[in-house]
Structure formats: structure tokens, C-alpha cells
């Protein structure tokens, strides 16, 4: 979401802060306004920066510095100078939206929701803005209220193919399979060559158990894709084969994304879990330690992993990897922590 912001003069709440405001210190503002409408944002940097100097209030100068920090993707200075407009005026909603903007690049997703929603009741935000909402939510695991934003993205611009891929990922996530996947086809029907869209069909058609949908998606997504988006379609193509008990063929479709990303913990989990299938408990234990190098947080290699261990006879350790996979959230972990295995 790149784009470049309109500079404003916003309006004086504050009769004080305007006492203090000399005419030298208004005509450089008038300046800078102009410099960056000419591109160059330097020179408008430099004086919007001699505007605060002189008026340590001058909300507007903060936040037209934040804006050009923002567009050369300094997201801690940019954040830095929102919150100094913020403190000298806390009535403006675009103050607030920059805000949430730039938490937003610096991965603090609560910190997003939280001011964009400051900032749209105090007037309204744009569809891009209903996306930084929409995504942060997804990225807290709100999936539910997620859709409910894209959903007002959707409102305002109908023909995005991404928004609706996007609130399609989040009803699968809820385990909402049919939503999803009208959402899916809704977003390849705007844009039939896209990558992610195709592969969400396959996805969504594994989970709803047409194995065969499935292929036919993934092998298309497959014929145009790139390196990197093969890998995704790849690691589907060898869970369809997981699914249906063909465990060679599902090795070779990890092995062959495993050549094109030896960095995934995705592809490496999935390895493992085959070569448990195919009884290689030594190297599924190898593989889930490369996932957890790459990932720390994989519940799935630490459950994985716990299946190695107690083939291998390391019981201790196995029961030590399914209560990490258990506090990271896997269900069936608890069970096998409960079993006779662990109990004795």
C-alpha cells in the first residue's frame, strides 16, 4: 500500500499554539508545502524540521515530516513525529491514521487497530485504511472481525481482487470452507492469472475434501508460477498426495520445493511428517530440527518431532517436544501427554 500523501494545513484547535506562530515561521511552512509539491523532499524536510524548531506546536509541521518519512520508508522517525502532532492535537483523524500506519510497518498490529479506529471516529477512513485494519486483525488472529473490515473495503471498491482473497484467508482460517471459497472465486473472476487466488482454491478444495479440484487447481497455479510461488503450490501439490496415502509422491513434491527454498520451515515440517509415514524416524527428526532452527515457534515440528523421538525410543524427549507442541496450541499433543506413554 504505496502512495503518497497529500500535505495539510489542519485546522487550529489550539488559539494558544497560534500565538506563538511568527509570520517568518508561516511563510517557511508555505515553503516547504511547496517544495515537496515539487519533489523535493529534502529541502521541504529540512524546513518543515525549522518550522517545529521555531514552534515546538506546530502539529502540522510534525506531521507533514512524518508523512515524507513514511514515503522513504523510515517508519521509526515517521511514527516519532506522528505522535509529537498527536500530542499538540488529539481531535485531527488523520493524525491518528498516520499513526496507525506506520505501527502497522513497524509490526505492532494492536497498536494499528487501536489508532485507526481512533481515527475513523473522529471522521472517515479510506478503503486503504480499512485494509491496515483488516490485516491486523488477521495478524492478532481476529479473523472474524478481519472479514468484517475487508468486508467495508469491499464496500467502498468492489473490483479489488486482493480484498476479497484476503477476507477468503480469513474464513478459512474460522473453518468457514464455503465462504472462502466464493470469496476465492470471486478474486479469480477479477483476476484470473493470480497466483495466491489459485492456490487458496486448492486449498480451501483439500480442506473441503475434493482431492481432485484440488490437483487441477494446483497444477495450473503451477504452469505460470514463479519460483517462489511454486514452492506454495508445491507444498499442496504434496499434501493432495499426503491425503490420498501416496507417500512417495508426496516426498517428491516437498523435495522438489525443498530445492527451490531450503529456508522453509513449511516444507521441512511437511518432509517429516512423511518420512514418519515411510517409518525414516531418524531423518523426520533431522527435518524437525531444521524447522524449529528456521521457526522456534512451530508447534507442528515440536508435535512432529515428538513422533521421531518415540519411535527412536527417546521417550523423555518425545514427552518434552508434545508438551512444547501443547503450549503452542496443539490439541492432540494433550492427548498423547495424557497416554500411557508419558504418564508411566
Known amino acids: 500500500m504505496k502512495f503518497r500523501l497529500l500535505l495539510i494545513f489542519l485546522i487550529p484547535f489550539f488559539a494558544f499554539s497560534q500565538g506563538k506562530r511568527t509570520l517568518a515561521t508561516k511563510k517557511m511552512f508555505d515553503k516547504a508545502v511547496e517544495a515537496y509539491n515539487a519533489g523535493n523532499n529534502d529541502e521541504a524536510l529540512t524546513m518543515f524540521k525549522q518550522c517545529v524548531t521555531d514552534d515546538p506546536t506546530f502539529t502540522e509541521a510534525y506531521l507533514n515530516i512524518s508523512y515524507i ?39 505492532q498490529y494492536d497498536s494499528t487497530v487501536h489508532y485507526m479506529k481512533q481515527g475513523s471516529s473522529l471522521g472517515a477512513i479510506s478503503e486503504s485504511d480499512y485494509v491496515y485494519v483488516a490485516k491486523s486483525l488477521t495478524f492478532l488472529g481476529e479473523y472474524r472481525e478481519s472479514t468484517i473490515y475487508f468486508g467495508k473495503a469491499i464496500e467502498l471498491n468492489s ?22 471459497k466464493a470469496d476465492f472465486e470471486k478474486a479469480l473472476q477479477l483476476n484470473p492469472q493470480s497466483s495466491s487466488a489459485i492456490a487458496n482454491m486448492a486449498n480451501v478444495a483439500l480442506a473441503m475434501g475434493d482431492n481432485e479440484t484440488a490437483m ?79 521457526q522456534p515457534e512451530m508447534m507442528e515440528a515440536y508435535f512432529n518431532r515428538g513422533i521421531a523421538n518415540e519411535m527412536l525410543r527417546n521417550v523423555e524427549d518425545a514427552c518434552m517436544d508434545w508438551e512444547q507442541a501443547f503450549i503452542l496450541g496443539s490439541e492432540i499433543a494433550e492427548e498423547y501427554l495424557n497416554s500411557p506413554i508419558c504418564i508411566e
Open 69 to 107: 518519512y513514511f514515503e522513504s520508508e523510515d517508519y521509526s522517525n515517521s511514527l516519532n513525529n506522528s505522535l509529537k502532532a498527536l500530542q499538540t492535537n488529539q481531535f485531527q483523524s488523520s493524525i491518528f491514521i498516520q499513526t496507525a500506519r506506520c505501527y502497522y510497518h513497524l509490526e
Open 159 to 180: 473490483n479489488n481482487s486482493l480484498y476479497y482473497n484476503e477476507r477468503g484467508n480469513a474464513y478459512f482460517q474460522l473453518g468457514e470452507y464455503e465462504l472462502a
Open 216 to 294: 487441477t487447481y494446483i497444477e495450473k497455479g503451477i504452469s505460470g508460477a514463479s519460483d517462489e510461488q511454486k514452492v506454495d503450490l508445491l507444498i499442496l501439490k504434496g499434501n493432495y498426495y499426503k491425503n490420498t496415502g501416496d507417500y512417495e509422491n508426496a516426498s517428491a513434491a516437498y523435495n522438489e520445493a525443498y530445492e527451490l527454498d531450503h529456508e522453509n520451515a513449511v516444507v521441512l515440517n511437511n518432509q517429516a511428517a512423511v518420512l514418519i509415514e515411510l517409518e525414516d524416524y531418524q531423518g523426520a527428526f533431522e527435518k524437525c530440527n531444521l524447522a524449529l532452527e528456521i
